[in-house]
């Protein structure tokens, strides 16, 4: 998931559609934005246009839609359905009237405590139509300003009240605010286009780069930014509130291990070279007797080229990446999972045929694409296939809004690092290990690692909870 903001810009949907397209890699299912325009003299009434639907961003927003989407303030989502089929319903920004209050919010992340929150929001007479966060957000932040709360305080007041990782943008009639959770669970930062008074907002730095905007900040663990003006032709003013005191920062690795593309800066690290630099340490870990060093594209496209420098093998594309393919982890079914490891990537027969290839990817979940892409090389001539990946094995679902959905779906779960060897049809397989992959990193302690070894930095109160929070059955890794 990702989110995107425009605060005091003429054009703000259109700089918003190409800020969801720059980070259209974090979800492909559905994609919205909500425009508002201020009032330009008294009397006149505020504007707001809305459109949210299911595909790929230009697909979503052709130009006639764009050219509707007025107003100098916008915020934009892109979604990937973590389950089952992707809806309409569920598509974000998420936008609530009541009493002459309308909110536009959006979020990114998950939350642990979602249901008890809605079942003690339906007993005060809220009603629900999505299964998403975001409309929950909304209906905290509407009860708070009911009892009196103005909308900054009512977000902090709604952000008190859920257990989890958000990374939070929402958008009232003067006011954009952006949240992060106390431990930053999610990225997002700030940044201004040059010589203007425009304010962008981005999970990724890449969508800063598009828009011409220069980063100024991320927004720390547990702040507020509000973003306002006096009128619409006021400059915008930006407020820091620190809602929650921050224990310390428990930022997603698997966002430099997979989602973030890589010339953003995610969480300080450059994702690029923090890739290589897995790639080397792989290469110290466990160093191989090849031919060559091939990627996966395109997540595995650095850790390769870093494995490639530090073993000293030559670095070849021989796997032919369909780029009109989505990414293959976030289908939400295994069907379509399956489907697009056949259509993905073709070998290069000729150059493949009789060679020793090392494969690097990112992470093995399933299982499912990697025993087919090494059937693919078998194929093609390979005479051995050795497999290195840039995280340790995955063994616990994420609670926090990636994609693992259970532990039955795991396959390190079932399986040894032998077993998953044999179960792919490989010649030797490698895991980069947590040790290397703090060592890497220039403040491992900031890291979340649970989705390898359990220790979850915000965990469920109970079984109860945990199943209410992602559908799945946490099983505590033993001492």
């Known amino acids: 998931m990702s989110l995107i903001g425009i605060y005091n810009h003429p054009k703000a949907a259109k700089m918003a559609y190409f800020g969801l397209y720059a980070q259209q890699h974090r979800g492909q299912q559905s994609a919205g934005i909500v425009s508002r325009r ?164 981005a999970s990724e730095t890449c969508a800063f780069d598009l828009l011409e905007a220069q980063k100024v900040r991320s927004v720390r663990p547990g702040e507020m930014v509000v973003i306002e003006a006096d009128g619409a032709l006021a400059s915008p003013t930006l407020t820091s509130i620190q809602w929650a005191d921050s224990p310390g920062c428990k930022h997603c690795v698997f966002e430099l291990v997979y989602f973030a593309r890589p010339d953003s800066v995610v969480f300080g690290e450059e994702v690029y070279s923090c890739r290589k630099r897995m790639g080397i340490q792989a290469a110290r870990e466990a160093p191989c007797e090849a031919d060559c060093v091939m990627p996966l594209p395109d997540s595995g496209v650095y850790f390769a080229l870093g494995y490639a420098q530090g073993a000293g093998l030559p670095y070849e594309h021989a796997m032919i990446r369909n780029h009109y393919v989505g990414r293959t982890f976030i289908q939400p079914t295994q069907e379509m999972r399956s489907f697009d ?23 093995i979940v399933r299982g499912t694409t990697v025993r087919g892409r090494t059937s693919h090389l078998r194929e093609a001539g390979a005479r051995e296939v050795h497999f290195r990946v840039s995280s340790p094995p995955v063994k616990f679902p994420c609670l926090y809004g990636v994609d693992f959905p259970s532990r039955e779906e795991l396959i390190a779960v079932h399986k040894t690092n032998e077993e998953i060897r044999e179960y792919i049809g490989l010649d030797s397989l490698h895991h980069l290990t947590l040790e290397g992959l703090k060592a890497i990193l220039e403040k491992p302690e900031d890291f979340c690692y649970a989705c390898f070894d359990g220790n979850y930095p915000v965990p469920p109160n109970d079984e109860e909870e945990a199943a209410a929070a992602r559908g799945l059955r946490i099983e505590q890794p033993e001492d």
Not at 62 to 79: D, F, K, Q, T, Y
Not at 141 to 166: H, N, S
Not at 344 to 358: A, E, M
């Open 341 to 363: 490891v056949r259509i993905k990537l073709n070998p290069v027969s000729g150059f493949i045929r009789g060679r020793r290839v090392v494969i690097a990817d990112d992470s």
């Open 38 to 201: 201020p009032p330009k003299r008294e009397g006149e009434v505020l504007q707001i246009c809305e459109h949210l639907g299911l595909g790929l961003v230009p697909d979503v927003f052709p130009e006639e839609i764009l050219n509707r989407l007025r107003g100098s303030r916008a915020i934009g989502h892109v979604l990937y359905s973590r389950s089952g089929s992707p809806s309409l319903r569920d598509a974000e920004p998420f936008r609530i009237q009541h009493r002459g209050i309308d909110l536009s919010v959006a979020h990114n992340g998950a939350l642990l405590n979602a249901k008890s929150l809605r079942l003690r929001m339906e007993k005060l007479g809220a009603i629900f139509h999505t299964a998403t966060d975001s409309e929950l957000f909304a209906h905290l932040i509407i009860d708070a300003m009911e009892k009196g709360d103005k909308l900054p305080e009512a977000v902090a007041a709604a952000c008190k009240e859920v257990r989890g990782a958000f990374s939070l943008l929402v958008l009232g009639n003067d006011q954009m605010i952006a949240v992060r959770d106390p431990l930053g669970i999610k990225p997002l930062s700030i940044a201004r286009v040059e010589k203007t008074d425009t304010w962008v907002l």
